[in-house]
């Protein structure tokens, strides 16, 4: 168990729906990271938040967002939903929000199908 | 972001070393070279990481080239669970994201 918990496991829906995937990190860590796994791209860095605070951003779509709230979980929203979507969203945390040498724990991730 | 090259799949006998082998000829002076493994249906795990000298802990062992272009992951008694994908991850100095690979299947027979 890695202590990072995301919500739900399972997700379907259907296409130009939106839904929303949420992430509690381990107890202490400042930062999240949320990653896309899909069959094509493989493991894909999202966004990095950092108590609260947008840290950086990678292949994001612009239909996509995501925030940090003040107890330090995070949501990753993701609007008008195309079949290509359809992926598994892992959430991962660390202790701080640099430092090479950190690292970072993942949670089981959240399924998401869109039909 | 500089990148590694792994190969796509090995196997081992259960209680045997395995020694997986990364290339990363492009890596800067400061990046860490990290290791995480996936198990069926799970989120990325956690391995090892070094900068510049070999590091053991409970899970494995990391060996790194002295010009560091390359590592090698050591698991010294592998068991079935061991069986995942396998990414050898230069770690972004400024970003601090985790570039990962295709990675390395490791199969583990009994």
């Known amino acids: 168990d890695s202590g990072v918990t995301q919500t739900p496991k399972h997700l379907i829906t259907a296409t130009g729906q939106r839904v929303t995937l949420r992430c509690s990190p381990r107890?202490?860590?400042?930062?999240v990271y949320w990653y896309q796994q899909s069959l094509d791209q493989g493991l894909q860095f999202l966004i990095h938040y950092y108590n609260g605070e947008e840290r950086a951003k990678g292949n994001i779509l612009e239909r996509f967002s995501a925030q940090q709230f003040p107890d330090l979980h995070s949501e990753l929203n993701l609007s008008s939903l195309e079949l290509g979507d359809s992926a598994l969203y892992f959430c991962?945390?660390?202790?701080?929000?640099?430092?090479?040498?950190?690292?970072?724990?993942f949670g089981d991730g959240t399924r998401l199908s869109i039909l | 972001d500089a990148k590694t090259t792994q190969p796509n799949s090995m196997e081992s006998n259960e209680e045997e070393p395995v020694h997986l082998p990364c290339n990363h000829s492009?890596?800067?002076?400061?990046?860490?070279i990290h290791w995480y493994r996936q198990l069926p249906s799970q989120g990325p795990e956690y391995v090892i990481h070094?900068?510049?000298s070999n590091v053991n802990n409970r899970m494995a062992s990391l060996a790194i080239a002295e010009d560091r272009k390359s590592s090698t992951l050591i698991l010294h008694r592998a068991t079935l669970r061991d069986a995942a994908v396998y990414y050898c991850?230069?770690?972004?100095?400024?970003?601090?994201?985790?570039?990962f690979g295709t990675g390395t299947r490791l199969q583990v027979f009994p």
């Open positions: 107890s202490g860590d400042l930062s």
């Open positions: 991850i230069l770690r972004d100095s400024i970003t601090d994201k985790l570039i």
């Open positions: 070094g900068l510049t």
């Open positions: 492009t890596i800067s002076g400061t990046d860490y």
């Open positions: 991962a945390s660390s202790r701080s929000g640099t430092g090479r040498n950190q690292p970072q724990h």
